[in-house]
Each structure stands twice: as C-alpha cells, then as structure tokens.
C-alpha cells in the first residue's frame, strides 16, 4: 500500500505473484496503467483469512480520489506463497496477485 501511496510502480510490480509477473512482463506498466488513476489517500489491513498453506485473502479498506471524486472500498487481495512462477511453496515467497485487488470483499 505504501508503494501504491508514493506511485512507485516498479516496487509495486516487484511485490507481485511471480506466476502474474510470468504472463504479465511489463509489470511496472501494468501496476501505472491499473492504479494510476487512484490517488491512494488511506488503507488499512481488516482482516487476513487463510485459504491454504500457500494462500491468504486479505480484506483491505482503501479510500482513494479519482477523477470524479473519492471512493471508499473494501478489496480483497489474494496472497500467494511462491518459490516461481506456477510453484507454490510454503516456504517461497509471499506476494499478491494485483487481478484479485478488482474483487470487493
């Protein structure tokens, strides 16, 4: 969230799935095409439910201006263990898949 508040995208992209980074490889331009039109003005981590020993859904509340105003949402970020792309591993490296962040929670 912090990166999404400084509009820093290539650290954005580094803290993506590496299976997403695998299909989308101009991550750093994805993260601005998809995010860029939101100014992040607060986040706050809600709540963390386990899905597997590889995966978690986090609840965040974000509020974030736009073009037309401010919006208020609750999106729910699939986190992802993975020591590669398609490799699930518990003892692999978290990260989040951004596609998730379009489903509210």
């Known amino acids: ?7 820093r995208w290539a ?8 299976t997403w980074t695998s299909v ?7 993260m601005r095409e998809r995010f860029g039109f939101m100014r992040l003005l607060d ?3 809600e709540e963390t439910r386990p ?10 509340s974000v509020s974030f201006r736009f073009h037309s ?3 208020h949402k609750r999106m729910l970020a699939r986190v ?5 792309p398609s490799m699930p591993n518990p003892t692999g490296t978290w990260s989040v898949n951004p596609t998730s962040l379009l ?3």
């Open 1 to 7: 969230m912090l990166a999404w508040s400084k509009r």
């Open 11 to 18: 650290e954005m992209a580094s803290l993506c799935q590496p």
């Open 80 to 84: 992802v263990c993975e020591s590669g």
């Open 69 to 71: 105003g401010v919006a």
């Open 51 to 60: 899905v597997s020993d590889v995966m978690k859904d986090v609840v965040v």
């Open 103 to 105: 489903r509210e929670a």
């Open 43 to 45: 986040a706050s981590l």
């Open 24 to 30: 989308f490889t101009q991550a750093e331009n994805e």
